[in-house]
T-cell receptor, first 115, second 113 residues
Framework: DAGVIQSPRHEVTEMGQEVTLRCKPISGHNSLFWYRQTMMRGLELLIYFNNNVPIDDSGMPEDRFSAKMPNASFSTLKIQPSEPRDSAVYFC?????????????FGPGTRLTVT | SQQGEEDPQALSIQEGENATMNCSYKTSINNLQWYRQNSGRGLVHLILIRSNEREKHSGRLRVTLDTSKKSSSLLITASRAADTASYFCATPYSGGGADGLTFGKGTHLIIQP
């Protein structure tokens, strides 16, 4: 299995631009998670989906952030407009939910730099 | 949301020694997980321990869970240079079903050759 795939791996953009991060979860997994990691705030859960339905988006910092999961094999996290404080590493993770919590498999992350 | 706090923040030991990291959390949980992160990489799952378990082993790793003290420990025995990484404990975000995770700030472990 290829694992969780994220693209792009690195993104440098200017303040005010739209940024779209992409994630392909492990085939067969039915839960998908977006996290953000910074030195100051550590790892933060942004939003998660179960069977393509958003379950909890209380971690999304502002309305500038939105996430979609149109099908079981693809999810996007969009920031519009981007700001320098959005600079971070964004991780996508997937898991198989079968009535009990199980381990999550993380992608390599997208390092976002907003100048 | 709940949050685990790891202790110590940093740990440097000689290769071959044992490394112990601790995690404390605030409210009741039904499971706790440990993850490893190598510099610049994604997180890798190590162990999941459920609230009805007190101890769990995986290779050179031993995890304990004390729900009365709301704490967990991760022991790495016979450490190797490749164990150099940051280690995080994680607890369920909301305590629901298919739940996200809340992470502590991590313990940065350095194994000196």
């Amino acid at each position: 299995d290829a694992g969780v795939i994220q693209s792009p791996r690195h993104e440098v953009t200017e303040m005010g631009q739209e940024v779209t991060l992409r994630c392909k979860p492990i085939s067969g997994h039915n839960s998908l998670f977006w996290y953000r990691q910074t030195m100051m705030r550590g790892l933060e859960l942004l939003i998660y989906f179960n069977n393509n339905v958003p379950i909890d988006d209380s971690g999304m910092p502002e309305d500038r952030f939105s996430a979609k999961m149109p099908n079981a094999s693809f999810s996007t996290l969009k920031i519009q407009p981007s700001e320098p404080r959005d600079s971070a590493v964004y991780f996508c993770a997937s898991s198989l939910w079968q009535g009990q919590m199980r381990e999550q498999y993380f992608g390599p992350g997208t390092r976002l730099t907003v100048t | 949301s709940q949050q685990g706090e790891e202790d110590p923040q940093a740990l440097s030991i000689q290769e071959g020694e044992n490394a112990t990291m601790n995690c404390s959390y605030k409210t009741s949980i039904n499971n706790l997980q440990w993850y490893r992160q190598n510099s610049g990489r994604g997180l890798v799952h190590l162990i999941l321990i459920r609230s009805n378990e007190r101890e769990k082993h995986s290779g050179r790793l031993r995890v304990t869970l004390d729900t009365s003290k709301k704490s967990s420990s991760l022991l790495i025995t016979a450490s190797r240079a490749a164990d150099t990484a940051s280690y995080f404990c994680a607890t369920p975000y909301s305590g629901g079903g298919a739940d996200g995770l809340t992470f502590g700030k991590g313990t940065h472990l350095i194994i000196q050759p």
